[in-house]
């Protein structure tokens, strides 16, 4: 069981808006650490998709968007395309276990 | 252009070691940022294993400690992971990934399928 939670999966229609949320604790988000954000296609490795809670790495499209409040983060996806079909996962830092942290990643299905 | 690979045995018996590496390729090991290993269960999980910087100190996850060492080789600009006595609970595809001065893994290898069975 991951220490971040996320929901298992999203779905949206082409154009249409999904997020994803990515809740920890006090040991993690809420003691104020960064939130990453990672895209993963199958049978692929994880990519960087949005670092430092907000920032988006060269090559990211602007429809992808990051924020985070207190204990939470969040993954927006604004004009959903087919292309976005993937696996999302969140990650941050835990100073109870002294390390990196995932949650346990979110399907995001295009209808 | 960054680039690691992981290589090793794709079958581990239960109770034996695993050992993979990680060939680098594009960027020395002793430059600069820290390397190290996550891998992800069947399930979709994702672990951080550990992870060592390139000028010393080596962290691991705790539930993993007693059980990993990871090492470099700087001739070879390659480094390892060691996994003592595992189970099944050990099978996973395990990636090698190069991690920021934060904890941003931003170079990843393709990943090697780990299969624990006798």
């Known amino acids: 069981q991951s220490v971040l939670t996320q929901p298992p999966s999203v779905s949206g229609a082409p154009g249409q808006k999904v997020s994803i949320s990515c809740t920890g604790g006090?040991?993690?988000?809420?003691?104020?650490?960064?939130v990453n954000w990672y895209r993963q296609v199958p049978g692929t490795a994880p990519q960087l998709l949005i670092s430092?809670?907000?920032n988006r790495p060269a090559g990211v499209p602007d429809r992808f968007s990051g924020s985070k409040s207190g204990s939470s983060a969040s993954l927006a996806i604004t004009g959903l395309q087919a292309e976005d079909e993937a696996n999302y996962y969140c990650?941050?830092?835990?100073?109870?276990?002294?390390?990196?942290?995932f949650g346990g990643g979110t399907k995001v299905t295009v209808l | 252009q960054v680039q690691l690979q992981e290589s090793g045995p794709g079958l581990v018996r239960p109770s034996e070691t695993l050992s993979l590496t990680c060939t680098v390729s594009?960027?020395?090991?002793?430059?600069?940022?820290?390397w190290g290993w996550i891998r992800q269960f069947p399930g979709r999980g994702l672990e951080w294993i550990g992870d060592f910087s390139h000028n010393g100190g080596t962290y691991y996850t705790p539930s993993l400690s007693s059980r990993v060492t990871i090492s470099m080789d700087p001739s070879r600009n390659q480094f390892s992971l060691r996994m003592t006595s595992v189970t099944a609970a050990d099978a996973a595809v395990y990636y090698c990934?190069?991690?920021?001065?934060?904890?941003?893994?931003?170079?990843w290898g393709q990943g090697t399928l780990v299969t624990v069975s006798s």
């Open positions: 990934a190069r991690r920021d001065g934060s904890i941003i893994f931003d170079r």
């Open positions: 594009g960027y020395s090991l002793t430059s600069g940022f820290s």
């Open positions: 990650q941050s830092y835990d100073n109870s276990l002294s390390g990196s942290i």
């Open positions: 006090t040991s993690n988000i809420g003691a104020g650490y960064d």
């Open positions: 430092y809670n907000i």
